[in-house]
């Protein structure tokens, strides 16, 4: 299937957790998470909702005191599995979906080569890790997905972990929910398969639009051909709703 996405994908919650929260992580408190998003969603008037996973598993390692540069592949399979992590995302996940109402949601999730970037060092990532990483992430979103979820949206760098995801693509499947990829760094969108929608900074379904963009860098008509773009924390929040009105105007 094709996924039904929004002409512009947009990524708001960096730039959302420092103007409305001054910085401080939404995931630290997630009985507060969904008012979070739902200010979000006002504030940039997004057509979806998505909810990232990165974010919490660095939030998690933060309250508990675990430097995450620690951990080896076990150990950070240890976490993704740990059940007390477990009911704090889902505790979180509840408040999204009860304060967002009908507004579509999608969970964010980090591809094995992102989650890898996030504890190892680069040279120290080969396939075994890697595959271990799908494996356990597969489980976590078994663990959290919703009806109310209507698509996963992967975000990936490293060209190793494409042939690895195929355990995600399978769990999100087998729900229904549209999988979609979002591509940076060297990784190419040919490289990738078992997605409904790839989006790539170069080829893809979709383009991933650059922070020029913030800076005022044209872009033809968005309707024939879906864009991602994230909103840079630092932007002041007048100029970014500025931006936002004529990029929505090129998608409309």
Not at 50 to 58: F, H, N, R, S, Y
Not at 137 to 144: G, N, Q, S, V, Y
Request: charged share 25%.
């Amino acid at each position: 299937m094709k996924a039904q996405v929004p002409p512009l994908w947009i990524d708001g919650y960096a730039f959302g957790r420092q103007v409305l929260r001054g910085g401080e992580e939404p995931w630290k408190a997630p009985d507060e998470l969904g008012f979070f998003l739902r200010d979000l969603a006002q504030l940039l008037s997004l057509p979806l909702v998505e909810i990232p996973v990165t974010q919490a598993i660095l939030a998690w390692g933060e309250l508990q005191g675990v430097a995450l540069a620690s951990l080896d592949p076990r150990g950070m399979e240890r976490l993704l599995a740990d059940t007390a992590f477990r009911a704090h995302l889902n505790r979180g996940l509840d408040t999204a979906v009860g304060a967002l109402g009908s507004r579509p949601l999608a969970l964010s999730f980090p591809g094995p080569g992102a989650l890898a970037a996030l504890f190892m060092e680069d040279g120290d990532v080969d396939e075994d890790a890697l595959d271990d990483l799908s494996l356990s992430l597969a489980d976590l979103l078994r663990a959290l997905y919703r009806p109310a979820f209507f698509a996963v949206r992967f975000h990936e760098s490293d060209p190793r972990a494409l042939e690895f995801f195929d355990p995600l693509t399978n769990v999100a499947r087998h729900y229904d929910a549209a999988s979609i990829l979002v591509l940076g760094g060297d990784a190419s969108p040919d490289e990738a398969s078992g997605f409904d929608l790839v989006y790539g900074e170069e080829g893809g379904d979709g383009s991933v639009l650059g922070a020029a963009i913030w800076r005022g860098a044209l872009v033809g008509p968005l309707a024939d051909n879906a864009s991602f773009v994230e909103v840079p924390a630092d932007m002041v929040p007048e100029a970014v709703l500025a931006r936002l009105r004529e990029l929505g105007d090129r998608a409309a």
